[in-house]
């Protein structure tokens, strides 16, 4: 099992370009999330989605879209990237509720210019 | 205003030691966490608790829900425990502490 990964590892846009991060996981969990991480400050909730169809707001949504056609896809969208959005991105999954372990993709290192 | 807090944000420790790392919290909770940061960017969940203690190889979680705290403790520390520890609750929301960065040094 691939567990969960992130699809760009790295990227560097110009501001008000877009782009779409891709996280995928292989073990049937209904919950996935999309966290953001920078200096000095935890990490934090973006979007979250408790099943296929479903997605909603999490700590800091302004900026990001999110979709979950397929149980197994997680997608981030930035329609137009700002500096203020770079950043590490963090995409996780659990089997069900809050309670339960997460399991973390790689992280993507996104620069905005 | 911060709902998880962590101490010390960075410790070094001879190989060997006996490291604790503590977290406290300021909102009612389901679970809480402790997850191993290492330099790399990977993120690995290493306990998940909602009372007492658990114990895993050479690690030790302990939590005290009356007090809102909680340690992870590291027997005979090891240079490949060199990461950022992090604390994380889970009640009405999510909230993360921003670290402790643990380096062992040989």
């Known amino acids: 099992n691939a567990g969960v990964t992130q699809t760009p590892k790295f990227r560097v846009l110009k501001t008000g370009q877009s782009m779409t991060l891709l996280c995928a996981q292989d073990?049937?969990?209904?919950?996935m999330y999309w966290y953001r991480q920078d200096p000095g400050m935890g990490l934090r909730l973006i979007h979250y989605s408790v099943g296929e169809g479903t997605t909603a707001k999490g700590e800091v949504p302004d900026g990001y879209n999110v979709s979950r056609l397929k149980k197994q896809n997680f997608l981030l969208g930035l329609e137009s990237a700002a500096p203020s959005q770079t950043s590490v991105y963090f995409c996780?999954?659990?089997?069900?509720?809050?309670?339960?372990?997460?399991?973390f993709g790689p992280g993507t290192r996104l620069t905005v210019l | 205003k911060n709902e998880v807090e962590q101490s010390p944000q960075n410790l070094t420790a001879q190989e060997g030691e006996f490291i604790t790392i503590n977290c406290s919290y300021s909102v009612g909770i389901s679970a809480l966490h402790w997850l191993q940061q290492h330099p790399g960017g990977g993120i690995v969940s290493l306990f998940m608790l909602s009372s007492g203690k658990k114990k895993h190889g050479r690690l030790i979680a302990t939590i005290n829900i009356q007090e809102k705290h909680s340690s992870l403790h590291i027997t005979a520390s090891h240079p490949r425990d060199s990461a950022v520890y992090i604390c994380a609750v889970t009640g009405n929301q999510f909230y993360f502490g921003t670290g402790t960065s643990l380096t062992v040094i040989p």
């Open positions: 996780a999954s659990s089997t069900s509720g809050r309670v339960n372990e997460q399991f």
């Open positions: 073990m049937n969990h209904e919950y």
